[in-house]
């Protein structure tokens, strides 16, 4: 799964930390290539503290300075390492990825799935579904202000034909459940967003490294209607109307990816369930990440081997090809020397007439082409000496 440049490399946080606070900016960005105004914003991207203004004056003056941060522990979804980019290379120590198997534990993630859920639902707290939007979520407020345009469009002309598409009963009651969940996350300091594909809810949250995309299902049978040419669920089902809430990928654990109005209540009283479930699916998909990545390593050197094998089959057939060029060039020059010798025999013998001068120039020019195609003298016999080898 390396969708970036093969010279990226990754580091640690602490590495980071500590390449950050090892001399002045302006001298580490001399290194990089790079001012030290974009260092230091690239570094605090990265949630690095860089040291505050003064330090390597009062380091100079040999005055007592604050020690530089310890590295955050690794966070559920993160992959513990940081990419930077080849200008770091050898300025910053590189560090592996997390083996398969673990250990994956951190003072903030557990090893067992099941106490990382446990902790994370303790931390969310209760939390309550709002009756309405009139405070959204930040993750909300792209859609509600495109949907708002639409409504005004509409109330300025009948003949808009870009009309709100969440005024729906069931659509606002899925606003705000996403609405509540959102907030629910960020109380653990993780993102959501939700946008518009297909004239349907497409919501994500991003925790960690992870981004988890979720979508909203009708339960059951349930009426539609063609929307804009797309089959919707019809304007007028209840907001009561049975729903499930499911993550898009696909998890090789058995944790909980989807939840769902049923016996044990609606959605509204579960955010909090669910919100520790993300958590803990963004956790689960990347340890699952590692194995993604190790039996892509295995594939594509799978791959690698299958187009070498086929590249060296390649070069024994022209190999053998080349054998019986070879043999049929030899061949032909010796035919070719056979019928200078018969030649000069017949003339020694008196059988012929031909002008010894026309017999010697002759010759030359014969012995000459003989000379050309025999694969020995042309060299053209090593093109199959060596056993084919790849580079």
Not at 344 to 363: H, Q, R
């Amino acid at each position: 799964m390396n969708w970036y440049c093969s010279d990226d490399i990754y580091v640690s946080p602490a590495a980071l930390i500590s390449f950050a606070w090892s001399a002045p900016m302006r001298d580490l960005a001399a290194k990089i290539g790079i001012s030290d105004v974009g260092l230091k914003k690239l570094l605090r991207s990265h949630g690095i503290v860089t040291p505050p203004q003064g330090h390597w004056n009062k380091v100079h003056a040999g005055k007592r300075v604050m020690s530089p941060p310890k590295a955050p522990p690794r966070r559920p979804g993160e992959t513990g390492r940081i990419r930077l980019d080849r200008r770091f290379k050898g300025l910053v120590d590189e560090v592996p990825a997390i083996a398969v198997d673990g250990p994956f534990a951190s003072q903030a993630v557990p090893e067992d799935l099941g106490d990382l859920r446990a902790q994370e639902l303790k931390a969310i707290g209760r939390v309550a579904v709002p009756k309405n939007l009139d405070k959204p979520h930040p993750g909300l407020a792209k859609l509600l202000k495109r949907e708002e345009q639409r409504r005004e469009k509409l109330r300025l002309s009948n003949w808009h034909w870009d009309s709100p598409m969440f005024d729906t009963p069931l659509a606002q009651r899925q606003l705000k459940i996403l609405n509540a969940l959102f907030f629910a996350l960020e109380k653990q300091n993780w993102t959501g967003s939700v946008s518009e594909r297909d004239r349907a809810l497409d919501g994500s949250c991003m925790i960690g490294h992870r981004q988890l995309g979720m979508s909203f299902a009708i339960i059951g049978k349930h009426r539609t209607e063609m929307i804009s040419g797309y089959q919707r669920p019809a304007s007028d089902l209840p907001a009561s109307t049975p729903i499930r809430l499911s993550l898009s990928r696909q998890l090789r654990t058995q944790i909980k990816t989807s939840w769902q109005d049923d016996e044990a209540g609606k959605l509204e009283i579960k955010i909090a369930d669910i919100a520790a479930d993300l958590i803990v699916a963004a956790e689960a998909s990347f340890r699952q990440s590692l194995i993604e990545e190790q039996e892509h390593q295995a594939q594509m050197r799978k791959w690698e081997e299958e187009r070498r094998l086929q590249r060296l089959a390649e070069l024994e057939a022209q190999r053998l090809e080349d054998l019986k060029t070879s043999g049929t060039l030899l061949a032909r020059a010796e035919e070719i020397r056979a019928l200078i010798a018969s030649v000069k025999s017949a003339v020694s013998a008196g059988k012929t007439s031909m002008v010894p001068a026309d017999l010697a120039k002759w010759e030359r020019w014969a012995s000459a082409y003989a000379d050309r195609i025999d694969p020995v003298l042309s060299g053209q016999v090593l093109s199959h000496i060596n056993v084919p080898e790849l580079d």
